[in-house]
Structures are given as structure tokens and as C-alpha cells.
């Protein structure tokens, strides 16, 4: 399977504890991006990177969440001090250059916060 | 901001109907437009897509055209089968050149009656 995966698929963890998430794009995709998505709504833009550098943040990605690219290949979104607000499918998308939107996601972490 | 905005779910239908799920949008430039599909236990997939104006996306049978005047790129298919039961996502993408993060709808839940 060449498309986008994700590790772990779930993740259940106690408030206040750290989460690590990771991405692995289809190879050869210089772009990468992070959405989130809770029940009953549509994905929202978290960050992208364009190899290692990351170039958009949202306001949605507060201080206790950060992301790597360090080899412009897999990423990895961190969760510090997880609240229950951070419960969500936490989406993986690559694109390849020049066809900035058309963005493959892989199959999502869902993220429980007990 | 720029803002997607369709038609509220669950949508049921009966096999062989005819689809309509509407979708309206606001953006500030001249975004290119999108439906996602996503199936039970999968990943977001890219439907159709289109550009610019008056642009027609297909694939599988569905159809949207971009229609600037009215600011919508409605979904539509002809006689929709019991495998498009899936949730469907209406989306654009502002700067098609560039960044490219893509602004998604609440999504619409569909399901097919044998």
C-alpha cells in the first residue's frame, strides 16, 4: 500500500498526559499537512510543511501542540497536556509539488482524552 | 473568512434516485472548489474537483459545476447506488498555488436503501 499512514489508528489517554502522533506521506510528496477533525464536522487545517520547513500554522494549533518534518519525509504532531477538548481524529494529508490541493489523507488517529 | 457551507445530513434515498446535495461557498479570490468522499472505515478520497468558473468536476457518476454568480458547486448523480453511502465533503481551496490548505464543509451523511 503506497498511500498515507498513520500510528497509531487509536489513542486513549488521561488528561494531562503527552501523545505523539505520526505521518508517513506518499513518497515523493514534498507537502504535508495536519487537520483535525471532531464528530459531525469537516476537517480543520492544523499546519502543512513543505519538506522540513513548516510553513502555515493555524491559531487552532495552540502552545501545547507542535509538529516535525525533520527529514521531509514522516512528521510527528506532539500533544503536551492533553485536555478533553483535544478528543478528535487527528488527519494526515500529502500532496505532491505542484498540485498543491490535490492532498491524499491517510486513514486518521482518533484521539480519546479521558 | 472563507467558509464552505452544505446542505445538512442524513440524506436517505432509495437505489436508482437522483442525488442533489447542495453546497454553497464565500471566499474572498477565486478558489478552486471540491468534493470529498468519505467511506465507512476509510479515508477522505478526492471526488471531483474544479478550477475555475463555469468548470464541470466528474468522476464515478457525480458531477459539480462551479458556478461563480451564484457562489455554489452543487453535487449531483444521476441514479446513485447502495455503495455511495458514505458522508460527503464539500471544500475549497484559496490559494491553489501556493499553501493550498484546504477549507472543508460540515459534511453531508447519505445513505442508499437497496
Known amino acids: 500500500d503506497t498511500g498515507v499512514s498513520q500510528d497509531p489508528r487509536h489513542k486513549i489517554t488521561k488528561r494531562g498526559q503527552n501523545v505523539t502522533f505520526r505521518c508517513d506521506p506518499i513518497s515523493e510528496h514534498n507537502r504535508l499537512y495536519w487537520y483535525r477533525q471532531t464528530l459531525g464536522q469537516g476537517p480543520e487545517f492544523l499546519t502543512y510543511f513543505q519538506n522540513e520547513a513548516q510553513l502555515e500554522k493555524s491559531r487552532l494549533l495552540s502552545d501545547r501542540f507542535s509538529a516535525e518534518r525533520p527529514k521531509g519525509s514522516f512528521s510527528t504532531l506532539e500533544i503536551q497536556r492533553t485536555e478533553q477538548g483535544d478528543s478528535a481524529m487527528y488527519l494526515c494529508?500529502?500532496?505532491?509539488?505542484?498540485?498543491?490541493?490535490?492532498?491524499?489523507f491517510g486513514p486518521g488517529t482518533r484521539l480519546t482524552v479521558t | 473568512g472563507d467558509s464552505v457551507t452544505q446542505m445538512e445530513g442524513p440524506v436517505t434515498l432509495s437505489e436508482e434516485a437522483f442525488l442533489t446535495i447542495n453546497c454553497t461557498y464565500t471566499?474572498?479570490?477565486?478558489?478552486?472548489l471540491f468534493w470529498y468522499v468519505q467511506y465507512p472505515g476509510e479515508g477522505l478520497q478526492l471526488l471531483l474537483k474544479?478550477?475555475?468558473?463555469?468548470d464541470k468536476g466528474s468522476n464515478k457518476g457525480f458531477e459539480a459545476t462551479y458556478r461563480k454568480e451564484t457562489t455554489s458547486f452543487h453535487l449531483e448523480k444521476g441514479s446513485v447506488q447502495v455503495s455511495d453511502s458514505a458522508v460527503y465533503f464539500c471544500?475549497?481551496?484559496?490559494?491553489?498555488?501556493?499553501?493550498?490548505?484546504?477549507?472543508f464543509g460540515s459534511g453531508t451523511r447519505l445513505s442508499i436503501r437497496p
Open positions: 471544500a475549497l481551496s484559496d490559494r491553489p498555488s501556493s499553501a493550498s490548505k484546504i477549507i
Open positions: 494529508a500529502s500532496s505532491p509539488q505542484g498540485h498543491a490541493y490535490e492532498q491524499y
Open positions: 474544479a478550477t475555475k468558473a463555469d
Open positions: 471566499a474572498t479570490g477565486y478558489p478552486s
